[in-house]
């Protein structure tokens, strides 16, 4: 028997291909944007806090999950301007946006690229770094690439990497989906860390116009610089998940939804 909120699966159709999603939920629409290497998955523990007040729609960006595979390496505005494309293809009217990570980029983008589609904005665990900063963690990453071995060794090191991002007092099956759904990254054409390291933010920030949320999970060690932050964008308010890792809304999924809800109901 189908649960109350159940996600129901479908596709969408867009220029470059077919963009997978779920949908939860009534009422006004949340957009949920995943990280890199991940998929929507990300944002399964949301629903039974969210879904009785919104509408929860999580796609598949391009290139991961179930989503079609971009036909060349795209840009941050390519992405946000694909999702655009499939939230206008699903008749979804004016939305809020939700990104984590990686995600949250693409939800900034959205925001400042489409401000009469996005009424409001929740940026998770979205970092500044100075130039040189991201230029030694771009290297960083291409320098731990493990290529595939016979022994499995680049599993274990990896395993090792997850198993180091729980949430406090959480399990390590908390990460075992997410670290799956990383491996089956390697059968992708593209990384999209890249391009948002890459990318500067500052246009998009002064752009910006609806009302933001800077969100941190506590223990999340890939967050930096949302002082900084802050600085760019004043109006913006600003909150953390206590105990949350890399991985908030599978570490505290009640706290952050309540979080969210709170701040979609101003």
């Known amino acids: 028997m189908a649960t109350l909120n159940a996600p129901r699966k479908g596709y969408v159709e867009t220029k470059d291909g077919q963009l997978h999603f779920w949908r939860s939920g009534g009422g006004p629409v949340l957009v949920?944007?995943?990280q890199a290497s991940q998929d929507s998955s990300e944002y399964h523990a949301l629903i039974p806090t969210l879904a009785p007040h919104?509408?929860?729609?999580?796609?598949?960006?391009p290139g991961h999950g179930q989503s079609f595979d971009p036909p060349r390496e795209y840009d941050v505005p390519d992405y946000a301007q694909t999702l655009m494309e499939a939230v206008e293809k699903l008749k979804l009217g004016r939305v809020a946006v939700l990104g984590h990570h990686s995600g949250s980029v693409f939800a900034l983008e959205m925001a400042a690229g489409f401000p009469h589609n996005v009424s409001k904005a929740i940026l998770s665990g979205m970092s500044w770094r100075s130039a040189e900063n991201v230029q030694a963690l771009l290297e960083s990453r291409a320098a731990r690439h493990l290529p595939v071995t016979e022994d499995g060794?680049?599993?274990?090191?990896m395993w090792g990497t997850y198993a180091a991002l729980v949430g406090e007092g959480m399990p390590l099956d908390s990460v075992l989906e997410p670290y799956l759904v990383n491996q089956l990254m390697r059968l992708r054409p593209y990384d999209a860390h890249n391009v948002v390291l890459a990318w500067d933010k500052r246009p998009a920030m002064r752009?910006?116009?609806c009302p933001a949320l800077i969100l941190q999970g506590e223990r999340d060690v890939f967050v930096v610089g949302q002082d900084k932050l802050m600085e760019l964008m004043p109006s913006a308010q600003r909150?953390?998940?206590?105990?949350?890792?890399?991985f908030s809304f599978r570490d505290r999924p009640h706290e952050a939804a309540q979080i969210i809800q709170e701040f979609l109901a101003l």
């Open 32 to 34: 949920c944007l995943h």
């Open 54 to 61: 919104h509408t929860l729609i999580a796609f598949d960006l």
């Open 153 to 157: 060794q680049f599993l274990s090191t």
């Open 207 to 209: 752009a910006l116009s």
């Open 239 to 246: 909150k953390v998940i206590a105990g949350a890792g890399a």
